[in-house]
């Protein structure tokens, strides 16, 4: 599938869009919706209190944020989320990614997953997520990839993204030890710092990391994730 006109360069080809009935993602453009997300981003600060970048305050500070991070780099592609169970046709929910891609260890990374709070704990983030393990872990015959390996990483003191990521059938791998420098005033590990550290005051985060592999998806996997993504509470 051929990359949409105007999206990073990733090193994956993507659709236009993913969608099922309920839920619609398309690459991530500033300009379309970067003022819609920073608006109801803005009063939800806790959203990124286990993430090491933001909350934003402004659009330029989100489009600092997109420059650097997002930018042309080849591993990584943004998506808006859109719920369209909600008004004409979809709600921009949020955003999520895939991060970390490597089209030589055939493996990808599913994160930078924000959505705005009216969206939580709803169908949305399971069906943004399963979309785009669908498409990473699905072989070309049947409209995928053919990855083998879809990751997660989470805070290790976030144990709501650790559950979700159990509840989508990612397995526990490993707990990578003061693996993130977090800012100061988000939760840490508090592994705490010697003297002379680099950054004092800022915390430590120990990262948890799962996966999912082709052949816990063709075992079973895949069946388990429809499932969760068809739940209706």
């Known amino acids: 599938m051929a990359k949409p006109s105007g999206s990073p360069c990733f090193c994956f080809a993507v659709p236009n869009s993913f969608e099922n009935d309920r839920v619609k993602l398309v690459p991530f453009f500033l ?15 806790q959203l990124f209190d286990y993430i090491p970048y ?30 369209k169970t909600k008004r004409n046709g979809g709600s921009l929910a949020g955003y999520i990614g ?29 069906n943004a997520v399963g979309l785009l393990i669908h498409y990473a872990l699905d072989v070309p015959s049947q409209g995928g990839l053919g990855l083998r390996r879809v990751v997660w990483q989470a805070h290790a003191l976030n144990e709501k993204s650790i559950k979700a990521a159990n509840r989508l059938g990612f397995k526990l791998e490993g ?13 840490n590990n508090g592994n705490g ?36 993504m068809a739940r209706t509470a």
């Open 31 to 45: 300009d379309i919706h970067g003022d819609e997300l920073v608006s109801g981003l803005k009063h939800s600060p």
């Open 54 to 83: 933001g909350p934003f305050k402004n659009i330029e500070e989100f489009r600092a944020w997109h420059e650097f991070r997002i930018g042309h780099d080849s591993t990584t592609m943004l998506f808006a989320v859109y719920d």
């Open 98 to 126: 895939y991060l970390n891609a490597s089209a030589q260890h055939l493996c990808v990374e599913v994160g930078h997953i924000v959505m705005l709070p009216a969206f939580q704990r709803t169908h949305v983030t399971s």
């Open 175 to 187: 707990i990578l030890r003061f693996d993130r420098i977090m800012s100061p005033g988000k939760p």
């Open 193 to 228: 710092e010697r003297a002379e550290d680099p950054k004092v005051g800022w915390g430590g985060r120990d990262t948890v990391i799962l996966g999912l592999c082709w052949d816990d998806w063709e075992a079973g996997g895949k069946e388990h994730l429809d499932a969760v």
